[in-house]
């Protein structure tokens, strides 16, 4: 059974919601997300912070689900990488920073305005892993 050790995502920047745009022509908004990994009484937990809501995933039984998603997607190549967007932004791009530790996995990076290669199929197995699916 794959266990992991410790996961740490942070992200704040600007985000259009299309319902503010409606009322607020168009204006931006910060925003500020982490999700984090927690223990309780023997179950792993993922908190997942965003603008003031708060969820908790029980993933316990489903980092199998999660490592066998990731292991072949090469993300240890983003270990100790910036990863910066040649754009400038206005207002500034969302910044974000990852810090994972699963089995034989170790990866800490950070970036502003763009992603490296793989960021939405390990993304894709995160959300697997929390949401039963």
Request: net charge negative.
């Amino acid at each position: 059974m794959a266990k992991l050790r410790g996961f740490k995502f942070t992200s704040n920047g600007y985000r259009k919601d299309n319902i503010v745009r409606r009322y607020l022509l168009d204006n931006e908004r910060n925003y500020l997300e982490y999700a984090i990994l927690s223990e309780s009484d023997g179950r792993f937990f993922i908190d997942d912070y965003y603008n003031g809501t708060n969820h908790r995933y029980d993933i316990t039984d489903k980092m199998d689900v999660f490592y066998n998603g990731i292991k072949d997607l090469g993300i240890e190549k983003w270990n100790m990488k910036t990863y910066e967007s040649s754009m400038c932004w206005t207002p500034p791009a969302d910044y974000w920073t990852l810090e994972i530790h699963i089995e034989d996995i170790s990866v800490i990076c950070k970036g502003q305005g763009t992603a490296p290669e793989g960021w939405n199929d390990f993304w894709k197995a995160f959300h697997r892993m929390c949401n039963n699916g």
